[in-house]
């Protein structure tokens, strides 16, 4: 099932971020989605990922967090994907650092829906040549392609 093509746009792929907190990071993730999707407001996608991440960790462990949140105004589910200039401390259950982040935003109804997309996003994640090729992307496009090639 291609999901990641149905909910990654280019616009919301972002390579080597400078990184320095997940604050910042979360502030960037928030820019990114709220340029691309202009009915998504860039202080609620903010506050809704850092609300979510202080229930627990969304970092998977192998420099890998999925973040992720479900909002009202989302009218479908939407995706971006960023890589890190530096891995950040993230309070990963393995404590490495995270450097490779694939942000979800569902409609906050979508409940089984959220639920599917962050399982095979997690399935997808744990691979590791995926991964690799991820890190090794030069520019936002060849990330872009990457991931969408290399789908579920």
């Given amino acids: 099932m291609p999901i990641i093509k149905e909910i990654l746009t280019p616009a919301r792929t972002a390579c080597q971020v400078p990184g320095v ?16 999707a202009p009915a998504l407001d860039y202080e609620q996608v903010f506050a809704q990922l850092t609300a979510r991440e202080k229930l627990g960790s969304t ?3 192998h420099g890998i967090a999925i973040p ?8 479908q589910p939407l995706g971006t994907l ?9 309070d990963a259950p393995d404590d490495q650092p995270v450097d490779l982040l694939f942000a ?6 979508a409940t089984q829906r959220h639920l ?11 691979q590791q040549e995926f991964c690799r090729q991820l890190r090794a992307a030069p520019d936002a496009r060849t990330l872009f392609e990457l991931a969408t090639q290399h789908d579920m």
Avoid at 104 to 109: F, I, N, S
Wanted: proline share 4%; with cysteine; aromatic share 6%.
């Fill in 116 to 126: 599917d997309i962050l399982a095979g996003l997690a399935r997808l994640f744990q």
């Fill in 82 to 90: 960023v890589t890190l200039e530096q891995a950040i401390d993230f």
């Fill in 104 to 109: 979800l935003l569902v409609p906050g109804e």
């Fill in 21 to 36: 907190s997940k604050k910042r990071l979360f502030e960037t993730i928030a820019r990114i989605i709220s340029d691309d």
């Fill in 59 to 61: 970092g998977l462990g």
């Fill in 68 to 75: 992720h949140c479900r909002m009202d105004d989302c009218p």
